[in-house]
């Protein structure tokens, strides 16, 4: 439920809804409108139920929430967030891109990709230290030694860190390195890791599923909200189909799905969405033509000795040549104002 308050209300009239939404043991959330205030009653509403709310004074009405993620939806929190990662806001004006290699494989190789990341115009360096993958004899990553190096090349660089969690165990340790902690796709429904991610605070790069759909996702979106971290990005990076020749099926439609489900912002990943370095640029160009607020893409020095994902990663100057098409197209969407409809 969210009740509407009145332009005119006061801050006492709110003060006395919120009271009495705790007092039947819910929690409130205030949230500023474009003209009004809104409060957000978050838990079992049949609480309210006995409860006269829009006759009380400076309450304009209320409105039922009927999904079942409510944190995350567009009816709770009508107006677009803005997520702040460490100084970069993501949902913002500009296209927010995350780049670099899949696999944290050395100091020199990832030193090397955050510079070419930089270069390029990127504003956080992305790469695994912990690698689930879908065979245990391949390259599982360096752990806590990756993390070390992207700290260091967060310090040489200047670019944000986002960087996978895959276990509870975990958390702590990649949060003490990382800006932003990534949730895979294998891991989208890990309730006690989306839990417990929640609560250490650090904003939340949340991937689609293998075969997630979008009330799937925007529910593992408010398992991490629901312990009082607000600050989830979701990440499109194509679901599994009948499709052989892509890796999966990028879901461009997800783009504007989300954008009218949620308020929370939405990036894509065409590297994952497609297995192939050369859908990589059309894909990506079409990601911000739909409205993504970002981009994910892999960048290795040298693809062909890549440890994982060599197939799907742009070299440096595939890197920079598609770098050149977002800004230019976003440049002309913004000029032309061409996705204004998004939203409305």
């Given at each position: 439920?969210?009740?509407?308050?009145?332009?005119?209300?006061?801050?006492?009239?709110?003060?006395?809804?919120?009271?009495?939404?705790?007092?039947?043991?819910?929690?409130?959330k205030?949230?500023?409108?474009?003209?009004?205030?809104?409060?957000?009653?978050?838990?079992?509403?049949t609480k309210?139920?006995?409860i006269?709310?829009?006759?009380?004074?400076?309450?304009?009405?209320?409105?039922s929430?009927?999904?079942?993620?409510?944190?995350?939806?567009?009816?709770f929190?009508?107006?677009?967030?803005?997520i702040?990662?460490?100084?970069i806001?993501?949902?913002?004006?500009e296209?927010?891109?995350?780049?670099?290699p899949?696999?944290?494989?050395?100091?020199?190789?990832?030193?090397?990709?955050?510079?070419?990341?930089?270069?390029?115009?990127?504003?956080?360096?992305?790469?695994?230290?912990?690698k689930?993958?879908?065979?245990?004899?391949?390259f599982?990553?360096?752990?806590?030694?990756?993390l070390?190096?992207?700290?260091?090349?967060?310090?040489?660089?200047?670019l944000k860190?986002?960087?996978?969690?895959?276990?509870?165990?975990?958390?702590?340790?990649?949060?003490?390195?990382?800006?932003?902690?990534?949730?895979?796709?294998?891991?989208?429904?890990?309730?006690?890791?989306?839990?417990?991610v929640?609560?250490?605070?650090k904003?939340v790069?949340?991937k689609?599923?293998?075969?997630?759909t979008?009330?799937?996702?925007?529910?593992?979106a408010?398992?991490?909200?629901?312990e009082?971290?607000?600050?989830v990005?979701?990440c499109?990076?194509?679901?599994?189909?009948?499709?052989?020749?892509?890796?999966?099926?990028?879901?461009?439609?997800?783009?504007a799905a989300?954008?009218?489900?949620s308020?929370l912002?939405i990036?894509?990943?065409?590297?994952h969405?497609?297995?192939?370095?050369?859908?990589v640029?059309?894909?990506?160009?079409?990601a911000?033509?739909?409205?993504?607020?970002g981009?994910?893409?892999?960048?290795?020095?040298n693809?062909a000795?890549?440890?994982?994902?060599?197939?799907?990663?742009?070299?440096?100057?595939?890197?920079?040549?598609?770098?050149?098409?977002?800004q230019k197209?976003?440049?002309?969407?913004?000029?032309?104002k061409?996705?204004?409809?998004?939203?409305?």
């Open positions: 439920m969210v009740i509407i308050m009145s332009p005119e209300a006061t801050q006492q009239n709110i003060s006395e809804v919120v009271e009495v939404i705790k007092g039947v043991g819910l929690d409130a205030i949230m500023e409108g474009a003209q009004q205030k809104i409060i957000g009653v978050i838990g079992d509403k309210m139920a006995s006269p709310v829009d006759a009380m004074q400076g309450v304009d009405h209320s409105v929430i009927s999904k079942s993620y409510k944190l995350a939806s567009r009816e929190h009508p107006q677009s967030s803005i702040n990662v460490s100084g806001e993501i949902g913002g004006d296209p927010i891109i995350m780049a670099g899949c696999a944290v494989e050395s100091r020199e190789q990832l030193m090397e990709a955050a510079e070419i990341i930089k270069a390029g115009g990127a504003q956080f360096l992305r790469g695994g230290a912990y689930p993958r879908t065979s245990p004899y391949s599982q990553g360096l752990e806590e030694e990756g070390k190096y992207l700290a260091e090349a967060r310090e040489k660089t200047g860190i986002v960087t996978e969690v895959t276990t509870v165990e975990a958390i702590e340790k990649v949060a003490a390195y990382a800006d932003m902690l990534q949730i895979g796709a294998r891991n989208m429904q890990n309730f006690g890791l989306l839990k417990e929640g609560k250490c605070g904003p790069l949340l689609r599923g293998l075969a997630a979008l009330d799937e996702w925007l529910n593992a408010e398992y991490i909200m629901n009082g971290n607000p600050n990005v979701f499109e990076r194509g679901i599994r189909t009948y499709e052989t020749y892509t890796r999966n099926t990028l879901d461009m439609s997800a783009v989300i954008k009218h489900l308020h912002p990036i894509v990943d065409p590297s969405g497609t297995g192939k370095w050369r859908m640029k059309p894909m990506a160009l079409a911000i033509a739909a409205g993504a607020d981009l994910m893409m892999e960048v290795h020095p693809p000795k890549a440890l994982s994902d060599g197939s799907q990663s742009l070299t440096p100057e595939h890197y920079r040549d598609v770098m050149s098409g977002i197209l976003s440049k002309f969407l913004k000029d032309e061409l996705l204004s409809f998004v939203e409305d």
